[in-house]
């Protein structure tokens, strides 16, 4: 999808992320979506009458190096990729001023992604000649940008293919991808072989707790998915917790050290020395 004439290294960009055999069941982790990494599950291909199964999850990243532990997390991000796909498929076209976003920003009480300081990022992936970007100058260099065309299917509703199923997970207190989307985009989608999971109390990612890097209910969910290869009617949901159970405030106390500085959530008195166990 990513590799073709307009894209400058795409394909070395694609085999760094899979080295796998094309011809073998392959977990692909590509960060994708502004602050998200987008996990694909592609079915073995033996056999070709055999359905091919795609799971698309989306979980919350913070991409700051200084909130990823070195090593193996860390050798699933690319900024590169990830720049390519956000400019390529959800920035708006022209783009809009660096004051504009800064406006739209502002107007937000709480807002996780500063998107106008994209705006020469931007520019030099995508070569627009936009009058934003000519008043940067930042793409007048010789070759192609980094970007890929808009297709056909940009920005439609997608059709389920009848031998596929589609698996959302969304959480009611991500402030990052509100349950309300990932409602709508269950509604969008085109066929009836779809289902989404919704968690009452996870504050993100529902595969894996971003700041423990443990694993949650969601990953249950995924491993029972490809078990099951996308019978949705199978699908193992034990693991998630009752609805009508109560939300548990307990804070953990490592929690509470590393942002909060106290041994107490509530009552507690600041302590710098506490965030630095």
Same mark, same amino acid.
């Given at each position: 999808?990513?590799?073709?004439?307009?894209?400058?290294?795409?394909?070395?960009?694609?085999?760094?992320?899979?080295?796998?055999?094309?011809?073998?069941?392959?977990?692909?982790?590509?960060?994708?979506?502004?602050?998200?990494?987008?996990?694909?599950?592609?079915?073995?291909?033996?056999?070709?009458?055999?359905?091919?199964?795609?799971?698309?999850?989306?979980?919350?990243?913070?991409?700051?190096?200084?909130?990823?532990?070195?090593?193996?997390?860390?050798?699933?991000?690319?900024?590169?990729?990830?720049?390519?796909?956000?400019?390529?498929?959800?920035?708006?076209?022209?783009?809009?001023?660096? @004051?504009? /976003?800064? #406006?739209?920003?502002? *107007?937000?009480?709480?807002?996780?992604?500063?998107? !106008? &300081?994209?705006?020469?990022?931007?520019?030099?992936?995508?070569?627009?000649?936009?009058?934003?970007?000519?008043?940067?100058?930042?793409?007048?260099?010789?070759?192609?940008?980094?970007?890929?065309?808009?297709?056909?299917?940009?920005?439609?509703?997608?059709?389920?293919?009848?031998?596929?199923?589609?698996?959302?997970?969304?959480?009611?207190?991500?402030?990052?991808?509100?349950?309300?989307?990932?409602? @709508?985009? /269950?509604? #969008?989608?085109?066929? *009836?072989?779809?289902?989404?999971?919704?968690?009452? !109390? &996870?504050?993100?990612?529902?595969?894996?707790?971003?700041?423990?890097?443990?694993?949650?209910?969601?990953?249950?969910?995924?491993?029972?998915?490809?078990?099951?290869?996308?019978?949705?009617?199978?699908?193992?949901?034990?693991?998630?917790?009752?609805?009508?159970?109560?939300?548990?405030?307990?804070?953990?106390?490592?929690?509470?050290?590393?942002?909060?500085?106290?041994?107490?959530?509530?009552?507690?008195?600041?302590?710098?020395?506490?965030?630095?166990?």
């Amino acid at each position: 999808m990513v590799n073709g004439p307009q894209v400058c290294c795409s394909s070395s960009v694609l085999e760094a992320q899979n080295k796998n055999h094309p011809d073998a069941g392959s977990f692909i982790a590509v960060p994708a979506i502004a602050d998200s990494v987008v996990t694909v599950y592609t079915a073995p291909r033996f056999n070709l009458e055999q359905p091919l199964v795609y799971v698309f999850v989306a979980l919350p990243l913070k991409l700051r190096e200084n909130f990823h532990p070195k090593g193996e997390v860390s050798a699933y991000i690319s900024v590169i990729l990830d720049n390519l796909v956000t400019y390529s498929e959800m920035w708006e076209a022209p783009t809009p001023s660096v @004051s504009n /976003l800064k #406006a739209q920003f502002e *107007e937000i009480a709480l807002n996780a992604w500063p998107s !106008y &300081t994209q705006v020469p990022h931007y520019c030099v992936y995508s070569k627009e000649k936009s009058s934003v970007c000519s008043k940067l100058k930042l793409g007048d260099y010789a070759g192609n940008g980094i970007i890929y065309e808009r297709d056909e299917y940009w920005n439609k509703p997608a059709t389920i293919p009848s031998q596929a199923s589609v698996l959302l997970m969304s959480s009611k207190l991500d402030p990052a991808a509100p349950y309300q989307y990932a409602k @709508s985009l /269950l509604n #969008a989608l085109d066929g *009836e072989n779809k289902e989404l999971v919704t968690f009452e !109390y &996870t504050a993100g990612g529902s595969l894996v707790d971003v700041g423990t890097y443990e694993y949650l209910c969601g990953s249950l969910l995924l491993a029972s998915y490809v078990q099951i290869n996308g019978n949705l009617a199978k699908l193992d949901k034990s693991c998630i917790p009752d609805e009508k159970a109560a939300l548990n405030w307990t804070t953990p106390i490592t929690y509470q050290y590393w942002t909060l500085s106290t041994d107490d959530a509530y009552d507690g008195e600041f302590d710098a020395s506490l965030s630095e166990q």
